[in-house]
């Protein structure tokens, strides 16, 4: 697909025919890898030099190294945005998912996702912190479903993955939480059981 004409200005048709395939997979956030591919540019510079007019335009934001938006950081769901800046498999879990459980009662100042990297990063006001996991936990799917583009932990799998990472974590409604299953998530993902406050085994 060539991607200048004349005197290297994008035309207006190229505009819509590109920014229609981002509309047709309604994905709000890319990668500059993503959007080379999807549009056939294989030349970087050029690449750079498109998405950079792109964004002074106003129809694309750069958002954080490497990544852009439909729309700016503020009217994105900051779940999203942690996960797309990551850039590999990961999802949302331990603080996070108890906080909106009522489950940690205390405020959390920064999105807690799980992932194979260890790392803490912002975009926008938001704050993350990525748990580093080793993969044969990460990949065990027990408590964890998709939407939206989002992985995240059920109460019991976060509770589950904030015990691996801090066997002496403290949860303030403890009553809320299920420990039966809970050690079965333990069982299922090959965690260490976790004695305090679960049944008797069987």
């Not at 009217?75 to 108890?98: F, N």
């Not at 009522?102 to 938001?126: C, P």
């Not at 974590?169 to 679960?198: C, M």
Request: net charge positive.
């Amino acid at each position: 697909m060539s991607i200048v004409k004349n005197n290297n200005k994008p035309t207006r048709g190229l505009y819509l025919s590109r920014f229609s395939q981002l509309a047709k997979l309604g994905i709000l956030i890319f990668h500059t890898g993503d959007l080379a591919n999807l549009w056939q540019i294989k030349n970087t510079h050029n690449l750079h030099v498109t998405l950079k007019r792109y964004a002074e335009k106003g129809l694309l934001t750069r958002i954080y190294r490497g990544m852009y938006s439909l729309k700016p950081v503020e009217e994105l769901d900051p779940l999203l945005l942690g996960i797309k800046a990551l850039h590999r498999y990961c999802y949302v879990s331990a603080e996070t998912v108890l906080a909106e459980g009522g489950i940690i009662q205390q405020i959390i100042e920064q999105i807690t996702l799980v992932s194979s990297v260890s790392r803490k990063f912002s975009i926008g006001n938001y704050n993350f912190h990525s748990r580093k996991l080793a993969d044969k936990f990460l990949y065990n799917e027990a408590g964890i479903t998709e939407k939206n583009g989002i992985r995240k932990a059920s109460v019991e799998r976060a509770v589950a993955d904030l015990l691996y990472f801090n066997p002496k974590a403290h949860f303030d409604a403890e009553r809320l939480i299920d420990w039966r299953k809970v050690r079965q998530i333990q069982k299922s993902v090959g965690y260490p059981l976790t004695q305090k406050n679960l049944p008797p085994k069987k």
